[in-house]
């Protein structure tokens, strides 16, 4: 087995994995929810990237050869490290690498959200909600400025949304007030915006709110869908990598939580029943 490793603090992830495995059906994929130590997004960068680097040693150790940050305090805070730092000392490309990148790879969910909302926008002001983390990192303005210098970016941190979503609290009164509050606060900011992109996975089980609170002029953008197409699009390209990857249309769940706990919230993110698999990491 040689799946493709997705990564995410929590639960979020797999909305995106949700939406990888309707575009590519064909492949296994093993996920790994650091639920133990989550949030991410209140926590330092080198905790974030420590964290981080655990996992996604360990989804190699279990044979991915591609491992997917579906997490974007995650993305924003470890991602840069891990692919110019760690892979190409860890794993140093080899004559059977024709592209020059290293053996193993590890992919985010910032960039390909970034590509997909050029031709999103037209008043081309776009706002961002997502985590402290995310925000604080301003990873996405980083990189709007280097493929799209045109649009602003105007960034919202919410820290009471992931909170809501991981204590069932989605379609409660409370969840109407912070998502009421932060909508407004972003376009008290920047009255111009016409796309929001959600920018953490959580964000779609809030989204029927998002919408209620949004003027219907504004895109509400989340991530599974441009992650997907980007990794469709990335394999494509990359068919050495692609060819490394088994085909046996399969999914196994691992959680640093206890499984009971896991299992039913993380069949709500997904969609179908889930079994998980308690681990432990070192520390």
């Not at 330092?44 to 996604?56: C, D, G, K, P, W």
């Not at 409660?172 to 016409?194: E, N, T």
């Not at 959580?202 to 441009?226: M, N």
Request: contains cysteine; aromatic residues 10%; proline residues 7%.
């Amino acid at each position: 087995m040689s799946p493709i490793g997705v990564f995410d603090s929590g639960y979020g992830g797999l909305t995106v994995l949700r939406e990888i495995r309707q575009l590519m059906p064909e492949y296994d994929y093993l996920y790994l929810g650091d639920n133990a130590r989550a949030p991410y997004g209140p926590r330092s960068f080198e905790r974030v990237y420590e964290f981080t680097s655990e996992a996604v040693r360990r989804l190699f150790e279990m044979g991915c050869p591609l491992v997917i940050l579906a997490c974007n305090t995650a993305s924003a805070k470890a991602l840069r490290t891990i692919q110019q730092h760690d892979l190409p000392q860890l794993f140093p490309p080899t004559d059977a690498q024709p592209d020059g990148l290293p053996s193993r790879r590890v992919l985010g969910v910032i960039r390909p959200t970034v590509e997909a909302v050029g031709e999103l926008t037209h008043s081309r002001h776009v706002g961002i909600v997502a985590t402290q983390g995310t925000i604080a990192s301003q990873t996405y303005e980083l990189e709007m400025a280097k493929l799209h210098p045109d649009i602003s970016v105007t960034g919202q941190a919410c820290p009471m949304w992931v909170p809501l979503v991981e204590n069932y609290e989605f379609d409660s009164p409370g969840a109407d007030y912070f998502v009421q509050r932060d909508i407004k606060h972003l376009l008290d900011h920047d009255p111009l915006i016409d796309t929001i992109i959600l920018g953490c996975t959580h964000f779609p089980l809030l989204y029927h709110k998002i919408r209620a609170y949004t003027p219907r002029h504004i895109q509400l953008i989340s991530q599974g869908e441009y992650v997907a197409r980007s990794l469709h699009d990335y394999f494509s390209r990359h068919s050495d990598l692609a060819a490394r990857v088994s085909r046996g249309a399969s999914a196994r769940f691992l959680t640093t939580e206890q499984s009971s706990n896991f299992s039913p919230a993380a069949t709500l993110f997904l969609g179908q029943a889930v079994e998980a698999e308690h681990i432990t990491f070192g520390n």
